[in-house]
């Protein structure tokens, strides 16, 4: 496989996902130029500026490929003149309603060489502007999120928060009807292990079914039994009762509760199945999907 020599367009801080995605493209055998976008504003006297010191770094570095990721905030100028130097992509994790599909991601879309979209039912709009388009998945940190041999004294969590914020609405729903544990404020080995003192793990996918986060990927690295809302086209990834199991009703989901915590071993066996496809879903195995388009 080709090596490239990567300008990384991202954010950068501790608990940022570009952290582990850009030591994915490293351990891939690239060359990766960090550039900490939003923090670069300030120095460069705004985001004109910032923009402006872009364009002159990547004719001096001359990258093979240049990776935005989001990039919320710089102008498209930015993308026009780096197509002159080099291969171009856009990599968007965000969901793609109409609030944040909007006109700025859009002259992106249109300008870059390829459209990795990090939300499945973003792919068919994207297409619309570009044709390169192609969902690409929400890579974990498979070194941050691992299982743990320790007491699984929790029946039922769900981790994340819970609030009146777009698309978490129906949250409350189920935290009214369902009896849960909700965890919330824990990062890295706090995550990994309330995940790992969790017999079932709760994922809930946006109301408008567009697709699933990062959340998914960290609970199938930890090993956890998942329970989930559905979202599109989620069986292009995951079996159904396999590799986790679906509920779109509170009354459902205290069903499937009652029935899993009643079947350990079924519950076991879905958790190992989901274990051993999340291996798949590595850092690297992005960042050769990244390069690839």
């Given at each position: 496989m080709?090596k490239?020599k990567?300008?990384?367009l991202a954010v950068f801080?501790p608990n940022s996902?570009?952290?582990?995605q850009s030591?994915g493209?490293?351990?891939s055998?690239?060359?990766?130029i960090e550039?900490?976008y939003?923090d670069?504003?300030?120095?460069?006297?705004?985001?004109?500026g910032?923009?402006?010191?872009l364009?002159e770094l990547a004719?001096?570095?001359?990258?093979?490929?240049?990776i935005?990721s989001?990039?919320?905030?710089?102008?498209?100028?930015?993308?026009?003149e780096?197509?002159?130097?080099?291969?171009?992509?856009?990599w968007?994790?965000d969901g793609?309603?109409?609030?944040?599909?909007?006109?700025?991601?859009?002259e992106?879309?249109?300008?870059?060489?390829g459209?990795?979209c990090?939300?499945e039912?973003?792919v068919?709009?994207?297409?619309?502007?570009?044709?390169?388009t192609k969902?690409?998945?929400?890579?974990?940190?498979?070194m941050?999120?691992t299982p743990?041999?320790i007491?699984k004294?929790?029946d039922?969590?769900?981790i994340g928060?819970?609030?009146?914020a777009k698309?978490h609405?129906?949250r409350h729903?189920?935290?009214?009807?369902v009896?849960?544990?909700h965890?919330t404020?824990v990062?890295?080995?706090?995550?990994n292990?309330?995940?790992n003192?969790s017999k079932?793990?709760l994922?809930?996918?946006?109301?408008n079914l567009?697709?699933?986060?990062v959340?998914i990927y960290?609970?199938?690295q930890?090993?956890?039994?998942?329970l989930?809302?559905?979202?599109y086209?989620?069986?292009?990834?995951?079996?159904?009762?396999?590799?986790l199991d679906?509920?779109k009703?509170?009354e459902e989901?205290?069903?499937?509760?009652?029935?899993y915590?009643n079947?350990?071993?079924?519950?076991?066996?879905?958790?190992?199945n989901a274990?051993e496809l999340?291996k798949?879903?590595?850092?690297s195995?992005?960042?050769?999907q990244?390069t690839n388009?």
């Amino acid at each position: 496989m080709k090596k490239y020599k990567i300008l990384y367009l991202a954010v950068f801080n501790p608990n940022s996902t570009n952290v582990y995605q850009s030591r994915g493209l490293k351990e891939s055998g690239h060359e990766v130029i960090e550039y900490n976008y939003r923090d670069m504003a300030g120095p460069m006297g705004g985001a004109h500026g910032r923009d402006t010191h872009l364009i002159e770094l990547a004719k001096v570095e001359k990258p093979d490929l240049v990776i935005y990721s989001k990039a919320n905030g710089m102008h498209h100028r930015v993308i026009d003149e780096h197509n002159k130097i080099s291969k171009t992509v856009l990599w968007y994790m965000d969901g793609t309603e109409p609030h944040t599909f909007n006109q700025e991601l859009i002259e992106k879309i249109k300008r870059v060489n390829g459209f990795a979209c990090g939300v499945e039912a973003g792919v068919k709009k994207s297409l619309e502007f570009n044709s390169n388009t192609k969902y690409i998945f929400q890579p974990a940190d498979e070194m941050a999120n691992t299982p743990l041999d320790i007491n699984k004294d929790i029946d039922v969590s769900f981790i994340g928060h819970i609030d009146n914020a777009k698309g978490h609405e129906h949250r409350h729903k189920y935290k009214r009807s369902v009896p849960f544990t909700h965890i919330t404020g824990v990062f890295g080995d706090e995550h990994n292990k309330a995940v790992n003192r969790s017999k079932i793990n709760l994922n809930f996918s946006p109301e408008n079914l567009g697709g699933c986060s990062v959340r998914i990927y960290k609970l199938l690295q930890c090993g956890a039994f998942i329970l989930t809302t559905p979202w599109y086209n989620m069986e292009e990834t995951f079996t159904i009762g396999k590799h986790l199991d679906v509920f779109k009703t509170p009354e459902e989901l205290r069903d499937k509760i009652k029935y899993y915590l009643n079947n350990p071993n079924e519950m076991e066996k879905i958790r190992k199945n989901a274990y051993e496809l999340s291996k798949q879903y590595s850092v690297s195995y992005w960042a050769n999907q990244i390069t690839n388009l």
